[in-house]
C-alpha cells in the first residue's frame, strides 16, 4: 500500500510538520514531499491483557498497567492495545499520580517472611553453560506456533495443536532452564513459552469473534473469557 502525503500538501510544509519522518524515509531513499510513503503490515504484540481501573492500577496490590498491555475499556472489546494519546498519555500520568500520592509505597525488593534479605543467586550447582543456538531455535519454534495457529485467524484445531506443541517445548525449556546457567536469552524465553500458552489458552476458550479475536469456527452466544 501507498501512503499520499505529497499531492496535497506543500514540501515545505511537510518537512516542517513531519521532520522526523521526512528524514526517516530520506534515509531509505523516499522523498515524501515527491513521492507516496510504501507501508506494510505491522504487528502489536501486546492486546489489552490486563484489566485494570481509572487510575491504571490492576486487582493485584501494587501492579499497574499502563499501555499496550492494559485493558482500561475506554475503547470498547478488544482493542488493538492502548496506544492513543487518551489511554498511553493520560493513563500513563493518572497512574503515575495515584503512586506518588499513596502514604506506604511499597518497597521495590521486599525481605522474606522472615524479614530476611533476598539471598544472592546461587548457580554453583549449575554445569551447564547456556547454548545460544538453543535458545534462538526454541524461541523462533514459539514464533512460528504463534504466528501459524493462534495468529489473524484462529479455529479450535489451530489452537488445539497450538496448545499441545507449546506445553511440550514448555517441559523441554523447563528441563533446560533448571540445569543451565541463567542469561538475559534463556530468562526470557522461559517467559515467552509461558506467555505463548497462556494467549493459546485463553484463545481457545473463547469461541465467540470478538474484537482482535477471530474464529472461523466461532460460536454467537458460546463460551467466552470475562
Known amino acids: 500500500m501507498l501512503l499520499d502525503i505529497a499531492s496535497h500538501m506543500d514540501a515545505a510544509a511537510i518537512r516542517e510538520r513531519f521532520p522526523n519522518i521526512y528524514a ?7 522523498d515524501i514531499t515527491r513521492e507516496p510513503i510504501p507501508v506494510v503490515p505491522a504487528a ?27 485493558c ?31 502514604p506506604n509505597p511499597p518497597a521495590p525488593f521486599p525481605a522474606g517472611e522472615g524479614g530476611e534479605a533476598i539471598p544472592a543467586w546461587d548457580e554453583s550447582g549449575l554445569t551447564d553453560d547456556r547454548d545460544p543456538a538453543l535458545i534462538q531455535g526454541d524461541m523462533q519454534t514459539i ?23 507449546l506445553r511440550h517445548l514448555q517441559n523441554e525449556i523447563e528441563t533446560f532452564y533448571r540445569t543451565t546457567k541463567l542469561s538475559d536469552g534463556l530468562i526470557g524465553l522461559r517467559n515467552a513459552v509461558e506467555a505463548a500458552l497462556i494467549v493459546a489458552q485463553a484463545a481457545q476458550h473463547n ?9 472461523v469456527d466461532s460460536v454467537e452466544g458460546g463460551d467466552r473469557l470475562i
Open 72 to 102: 482500561t475499556g475506554l475503547h470498547g472489546a478488544n482493542r488493538l492495545a492502548s496506544t492513543s494519546l487518551l489511554e498511553g498519555l493520560v493513563w500513563g500520568e493518572r497512574a503515575g499520580e495515584n503512586i506518588a500520592e499513596r
Open 24 to 30: 526517516t524515509c530520506l534515509k531509505a531513499g523516499i
Open 143 to 165: 514464533q512460528n506456533i504463534m504466528w501459524h495457529y493462534v495468529g489473524l485467524v484462529r479455529s479450535g484445531d489451530r489452537l488445539s495443536r497450538a496448545i499441545r506443541e
Open 207 to 215: 469461541r465467540q469473534s470478538r474484537g482482535c479475536h477471530y474464529r
Open 44 to 70: 502489536h504484540y501486546f492486546c489489552g491483557g490486563v484489566q485494570v481501573d481509572e487510575w491504571g492500577q490492576s486487582n493485584i496490590a501494587n501492579l499497574y498497567a499502563v499501555g499496550e498491555v492494559s
